[in-house]
């Protein structure tokens, strides 16, 4: 993968993004999954941006998005080695963080910041540090999950019943689907299109833009606006680059990376009702199902899981009691 990594350096198949580098500038390779032009991307863009003219041009970010050097793993060893300096993808190889994948846990973004960014989360945060060798810097909000499907209308969970659905192969989503009567399969995200338009499975679950943006309306006839799991791109750095940086570099950092943030919550505002309606207009059915009955029928997961083992006892009741 490194030698991956030189090659599409030398080929000039990087993005450089804001103002050109000096002699002694530090560079930040950045890798995400989402496409060019998605809110992930148009946040990406915009760190990038403010974190050259907030340095003076000393710090600038290369973009790689569009899984250009790796799946979401192989990002996180990719950044946890030293490889790369940061990424940002739902999942993070670290339990703690991977759990807020709960379905129904949180109820909005400002509920899942009070939760991460508490005494509940500091200690996920500092156990990232010391067990992966990565900072948690920031999350990107991504639309809640729902679910997709080539011809079942799904109305209740007794509909999702036989369904056999990609999902990732992450204990909470496979015993999520489990719990409401699918068939969890593990199929690369690469793969899942075609997968789709042959049949191997005949149901998927995303965010609208994720949905959107690899056209799964073109092999998915039935979008139901579940809206189970609300998972954020966890957006984090090498702890040793990290460390490395100075004073005045990481606070420009953070207010970079705060504006990116801002400008993808923004566009995830703006594209995605957007995108909802264009392709309702395009002939997706589009179907608001009974989420109290998903809620109940999947409220037994957490324990399936033994979630009070990985977050310690407790824990899961405090966030569900910070809900409005």
């Known amino acids: 993968m490194l030698d991956h990594l030189r090659k599409l350096m030398m080929a000039g198949a990087v993005c450089l993004v804001a103002g050109s580098a000096t002699a002694s500038a530090e560079e930040i390779m950045f890798g995400y999954l989402e496409q060019p032009g998605s809110p992930m991307d148009i946040a990406a863009n915009e760190f990038a941006k403010q974190l050259s003219k907030k340095t003076g041009g000393e710090l600038t970010a290369v973009l790689y998005p569009a899984r250009q050097i790796g799946d979401a793993q192989q990002l996180v060893e990719q950044t946890s080695t030293g490889q790369i300096q940061m990424y940002a993808a739902g999942y993070t ?10 379905p129904y846990l949180f109820d909005d973004w400002d509920h899942f910041r009070a939760a991460l960014f508490s005494e509940i989360g500091q200690p996920w945060i500092d156990a990232f540090v010391t067990e992966k060798n990565m900072r948690l810097v920031g999350i990107v909000e991504r639309g809640p999950r729902h679910l997709s499907t080539s011809e079942v209308v799904v109305k209740t969970p007794a509909d999702v019943k036989g369904l056999h659905i990609r999902a ?8 999520t689907w489990r719990a409401l009567g699918a068939n969890p399969e593990p199929i690369p995200f690469g793969e899942l299109y075609m997968a789709l338009r042959t049949g191997v499975v005949n149901a998927q679950e995303n965010p609208i833009e994720t949905f959107a943006t690899n056209n799964f309306q073109e092999v998915q006839k039935n979008l139901i606006l579940t809206g189970h799991t609300l998972l954020p791109n966890f957006v984090a750095i090498n702890e040793d680059f990290y460390k490395g940086l100075s004073e005045e570099h990481r606070k420009a950092f953070h207010e970079a990376l705060d504006a990116g943030v801002q400008a993808g919550a923004d566009a995830l505002d703006n594209e995605e009702q957007a995108m909802l309606d264009k392709m309702k207009a395009e002939g997706l059915n589009v179907v608001e199902p009974d989420i109290a009955a998903f809620r109940e029928a999947t409220k037994g997961v957490a ?9 310690g006892e407790g824990a899961y009741d405090k966030i569900r009691a910070m809900s409005k």
């Not at 990732?168 to 015993?175: N, S």
């Not at 324990?303 to 977050?311: G, L, P, Q, R």
Request: charged share 20%.
């Open 168 to 175: 990732p192969q992450i204990d909470i989503f496979v015993e």
């Open 303 to 311: 324990a399936s899981v033994n979630v009070d083992a990985v977050w």
């Open 93 to 102: 190889g670290h339990k703690q963080f991977d759990y807020t994948a709960l």
